[in-house]
């Protein structure tokens, strides 16, 4: 119980800095005039923008995983209550822990992770003018083909054949189990 807890203040931490870094560099950049901030906004404002974007989409999916690893947390705190009160009187303690400690839980974690990768390197082409001639948005499609591997290809978890157990909670509500 104290690792849930643990990664989910982590997840906290992670989502807020994916929220704060873009909302600083936004009005440091936008606010400046006539000096070297101004200029490097001029000539990197697509980059950031999109740098920004990603940040944010990061954040909203280390949130998503944090509230992931509450509900499992609030399950396995469940488990050991009464049937009437969980929900789940099939679904044991040590399930609940598995589930929890499934890669198909963990996600959200790996595409944000990738994704805060991918927006911290279009903030790096915005502040580097130089980096822009050779690399441009190229990298994007490789984190994407990064985030793809990394879920869809891993022969010991198999995430195709794994259920979601939020569906499979209202699956046992409306059949009256």
Avoid at 103 to 125: D, K, Q, R, S, V
């Amino acid at each position: 119980m104290d690792y849930l807890d643990k990664e989910r203040s982590i997840m906290g931490i992670l989502s807020t800095f994916c929220v704060a870094v873009p909302s600083l560099i936004l009005e440091r950049l936008t606010s400046a005039k006539d000096n070297e901030l101004a200029r490097i906004w001029t000539a990197g404002e697509n980059y950031f923008w999109i740098g920004c974007g990603l940040l944010l989409v990061s954040a909203a999916l280390f949130y998503k995983q944090r509230s992931l690893l509450a509900f499992y947390y609030g399950r396995i705190a469940f488990s050991g209550s009464p049937p009437s009160f969980a929900h789940r009187p099939n679904l044991q303690h040590w399930q609940w822990r598995d589930w929890a400690d499934a890669w198909t839980t963990w996600i959200p974690y790996h595409i944000a992770f990738w994704t805060a990768m991918a927006g911290g390197y279009e903030l790096i082409l915005g502040c580097l003018p130089q980096a822009r001639l050779f690399l441009g948005h190229y990298a994007i499609i490789l984190f994407g083909v990064i985030i793809t591997v990394s879920i869809f290809v891993n022969k010991d978890r198999p995430i195709l054949f794994r259920c979601n157990p939020w569906i499979e909670c209202i699956r046992e509500r409306l059949s009256g189990k």
